[in-house]
């Protein structure tokens, strides 16, 4: 893509402090997003680490129960997604936070640099593959949700922002953001305020590709001062401080705080709470047991973590219904 050399001056002079909206710097060409007047729903969704079901909590995919779903088998794929775009959500986000996750990764943890031949070799590559498939086939889009630049340093998840332009990020299936803002999405696993500090302190060889996203960032483990990027997760419930977008997932707490399962009345007023973002609002993750932050038609009842299981007996689909109860009666409000 061609910028104008003005607006690569401008991106490389501004700062946390002498831009008040991280989010609104400079704009690349793409495919523009349909918009309405309420906020676009979206889910995470976790291509790795099944074995944080524990070897027992089921998740309905088509016609079966099973512990171990897996993105790259296509008829997976597309009873999961099938099943979020029911909720009324077609826009998903794949989670990439975990390197040690990945068929082969550079170098050793925290301090692995870009190699751009390691990533995606075999079962990552295979499960995107047969997500944008999916996602093509009913209409869905996708946006990459990559890890801490704390861990593995940012020139590290820069070179994985290049793989993802190259391979992904300027199709039509993949999510632009909209609003005024064509440049394909992208979430960090950090929170904002630390974030960009380190963005801004990188010389531009370690952020060029990551300058070519519009970048949203997270809660971690610990509470934080929300700024504009902020709102894309990663616990209990976010919002970026101008409230354009607001995350909330059916668990409770933000360490030190214990976590614990929302009850059913709880995940209620979070939706709702959720979804009075102005331009986004992202419900959780469809299927991430690992930090129990997860809503899908799950049998959880032999799970030995009670922040895993749904509380009172609840139903398989309960969680996973109040979504798509939500989203359906604000669609008939509008």
Not at 64 to 70: A, L, V
Not at 268 to 275: F, H, N
Not at 283 to 312: L, V
Request: some cysteine; aromatic content about 12%.
């Amino acid at each position: 893509m061609k910028r104008l050399f003005v607006y690569c001056l401008l991106l490389i002079s501004m700062s946390v402090a002498g831009c008040a909206d991280k989010s609104s710097t400079q704009k690349d060409p793409g495919t523009q997003p349909e918009e309405t007047s309420q906020s676009i729903p979206m889910s995470h969704i976790l291509i790795c680490c099944r074995s944080a079901n524990e070897g027992v909590i089921k998740f309905k995919v088509g016609d079966q129960w099973i512990t171990d779903h897996d993105y790259k088998n296509i008829d997976h794929a597309r009873a999961i997604l099938s099943t979020i775009q029911q909720a009324g959500i077609n826009d998903v986000i794949i989670d990439l936070t975990n390197p040690s996750q990945w068929e082969s990764v550079p170098g050793s943890w925290p301090g692995c640099q870009p190699n751009e031949g390691a990533l995606w070799e075999v079962e990552t590559k295979d499960q995107i593959a047969s997500i944008e498939q999916v996602c093509t086939e009913l209409g869905m889009h996708f946006v990459m949700f990559i890890g801490n630049p704390a861990a593995h340093t940012l020139a590290y998840w820069n070179g994985v922002a290049k793989r993802i332009w190259e391979n992904w990020a300027n199709k039509e299936v993949y999510r632009k953001y909209g609003f005024g803002d064509d440049r394909p999405m992208l979430v960090v696993f950090y929170m904002g305020e630390d974030f960009w500090k380190m963005y801004d302190a990188a010389p531009e060889n370690e952020k060029d590709y990551l300058a070519k996203f519009r970048i949203g960032t997270c809660q971690v483990n610990s509470p934080m001062n929300f700024g504009p990027t902020d709102g894309w997760g990663y616990r209990h419930k976010s919002s970026s401080s101008d409230n354009k977008v607001r995350f909330a997932c059916p668990n409770e707490g933000v360490a030190p705080t214990e976590w614990k399962r929302s009850t059913l009345e709880q995940w209620k007023e979070k939706v709702a709470w959720a979804g009075e973002a102005t331009e986004y609002c992202i419900f959780g993750s469809y299927d991430d047991t690992c930090d129990a932050i997860f809503w899908g038609i799950a049998d959880t009842h032999e799970s030995q973590s009670a922040h895993k299981r749904y509380p009172n007996n609840e139903a398989p689909d309960a969680y996973y219904n109040v979504v798509k109860d939500y989203l359906a009666n604000r669609n008939k409000a509008k």
